[in-house]
């Protein structure tokens, strides 16, 4: 891969393989025989790899853009917390929690999904234009499921524990089996 402040190479070569240097040890077919073309590349170029700190910043950031600039984040999060709390308030057991947290975290990627693909859209040009519109409408598509599947979730949990903790059924009825 070419990055931005190299100079465009003049022919087409792998991005794997570089010519050798002074000090790279010799080829190990004689000259004039061709290499394997299907040996592993010798030598992999690792520029432009971020480090665990960078990277941890950079989510970081991705999600305070998200939180500041789509107010349908922040408004998946304040109904994450408000049924999390619930759980914790009405006693969820771990299995429940486990399943509260996967769906909700669902909804909070889809939603970072969603922030990226309509900020990549307005970036490129028109957002409006049809295909641009066909990516932002999509995006909004998944956003949607994960929040029936995260609703789904939350509901069957919820309700499952209230209706024990008010007595709404006799729980020996699925304890005799």
């Known amino acids: ?32 025989v061709e290499e394997d073309p299907f040996a592993p590349p010798a030598w992999i170029a690792r520029a432009g790899r971020r480090t665990l700190r ?4 950079a989510g970081l950031l991705g999600i305070k853009h998200a939180v500041r600039g789509d107010s349908s984040f922040f408004a998946h999060g304040y109904r994450a917390v408000l049924v999390l709390l619930t759980a914790g308030m009405i006693g969820v057991p771990a299995v429940g929690w486990c399943m509260l947290v996967v769906g909700l975290g669902l909804v909070l990627i889809a939603e970072l999904t969603h922030s990226a693909v309509d900020t990549l859209a307005r970036a490129i040009g028109d957002p409006e234009e049809p295909r641009l519109r ?9 956003v949607l499921v994960a929040v029936v599947i995260s609703a789904a979730i939350s509901i069957t949990v919820l309700t499952l524990k209230l209706g024990d ?11 005799a089996r």
């Open 1 to 32: 891969m070419i990055r931005p402040d190299e100079a465009a190479p003049t022919s087409v070569q792998s991005p794997h393989r570089r010519d050798p240097g002074p000090d790279d040890p010799p080829p190990l077919a004689p000259a004039g």
């Open 54 to 57: 960078e990277k941890l910043v």
């Open 134 to 142: 066909m990516a932002r409408d999509i995006a909004a598509a998944g």
């Open 165 to 175: 903790y008010l007595g709404w059924w006799d729980r020996s009825m699925w304890d």
